[in-house]
C-alpha cells in the first residue's frame, strides 16, 4: 500500500540508520508511549527491534531516506 505522501519506496538500512519508537518498535524502561506532538516516537531503538516489529507488520513508520538508504525511519503511533 503506498503511503498517503507520496509512492511505496524500498529502501536500504545502514548501521548509522537513526530509530525512534513510541511503543511497537521497542518499549521504554517505563512502558509508557513516548511520542512527540504529532503522535511520532521519541524513543531510541536498535535496528534489531525494527526489523522484529517489520516482520510482524503491524507498525507504521515514516522513513527519511537519502541516496537509497534510511537515515531516519520513526514510528507513528496509533492507539
Request: proline share 4%; glycine share 12%.
Amino acid at each position: 500500500m503506498a503511503p498517503k505522501s507520496g509512492a511505496e519506496q524500498a529502501f536500504f538500512l545502514a548501521d548509522s540508520t537513526k530509530v525512534l519508537g513510541a511503543a511497537a518498535i521497542c518499549e521504554a524502561p517505563d512502558g509508557r508511549v513516548h511520542a512527540d506532538g504529532s503522535g511520532y516516537g521519541t524513543i531510541p531503538c536498535t535496528l534489531a527491534d525494527l526489523r522484529k516489529a517489520a516482520r510482524l507488520g503491524n507498525v507504521e513508520v515514516r522513513v527519511t531516506v537519502a541516496g537509497g538508504a534510511a537515515t531516519k525511519v520513526v514510528e507513528h503511533y496509533r492507539q
